[in-house]
């Protein structure tokens, strides 16, 4: 059952442009929104989180905005780096905890 | 280097055969996760242990077992390894003990190949 549908699966990005990875999800009794970081060969890493009662929340080039009433959360990167080369995973917390499908980023130098 | 430490790396069995995957956190956190990463499909929850002495099923856990052998350790095993268990694991904590509380901490994963 795929409580949180995220997209583009890839994305190419080149240097200093801005990298926008979307979340949709269904039901509303969720109430943290988080995102992963994962690089080859790694486990994911907490990058951002945010709570439904605030509309975005940044930290340095990453922003995460919150749109409830349309279920929507998405990840902004700004001045987008060759070491931002990931794949980025929303997720939600609730009865149980569910990942996205995963976005493959890749910054072109 | 603290955090969650997963054994072994890598792993090919056989169909049929058994085996367990071990992971261990030193950050005294309350619960501990294990998860399979596929292809297209994310990450899925297989078992959680919200706390010492307890287990749960997730969303996937037909052909697994696990043990929260104390505060530290939670396994993951594979009593009969099928192809389709072929995966990449993944061992994760939290300080709480909510079952659908996000995981803070992963380990490096195991990669596991059933021929």
């Known amino acids: 059952q795929q409580q949180v549908k995220q997209s583009p699966q890839s994305l190419i990005v080149q240097k200093g442009g801005i990298s926008i990875i979307n979340c949709a999800y269904e039901?509303?009794?969720?109430?943290?929104f988080p995102w992963y970081q994962q690089f080859p060969g790694k486990g994911p890493a907490l990058l951002i989180a945010?709570?439904?009662?605030?509309s975005e929340k940044k930290e340095g080039r990453f922003t995460i905005s919150f749109n409830k009433s349309a279920k929507q959360f998405s990840l902004h990167i700004m001045d987008s780096q060759p070491g931002d080369s990931a794949t980025y995973f929303c997720?939600?917390?609730?009865?149980?905890?569910?990942f996205g499908t995963g976005t493959s980023l890749t910054v072109i130098p | 280097n603290a955090g969650v430490t997963q054994t072994p790396k890598f792993q090919v069995l056989k169909t049929g055969q058994s085996m367990t995957l071990q992971c261990a956190q030193d950050?005294?956190?309350?619960?501990m996760y294990w998860y399979r990463q596929d292809p297209g499909m994310g990450l899925r929850l297989i078992y959680y242990?919200?706390?010492?002495?307890?287990?749960d099923k997730g969303e996937v856990p037909n052909g697994y077992n696990v043990s929260r052998l104390n505060k530290r350790e939670f396994s993951l095993r594979l009593e009969s390894a099928a192809p389709s268990q072929t995966s990449v694991y993944f061992c994760?904590?939290?300080?709480?003990?909510?079952?659908?509380?996000?995981?803070?901490?992963f380990g490096d994963g195991t990669r596991l190949s059933i021929l």
């Open positions: 994760a904590s939290s300080i709480d003990g909510q079952p659908g509380s996000q995981p803070q901490h």
């Open positions: 039901n509303t009794a969720f109430d943290y």
């Open positions: 945010i709570r439904p009662d605030v």
């Open positions: 950050m005294n956190h309350n619960s």
């Open positions: 242990s919200a706390s010492e002495g307890t287990t």
């Open positions: 997720a939600h917390t609730g009865n149980q905890f569910y």
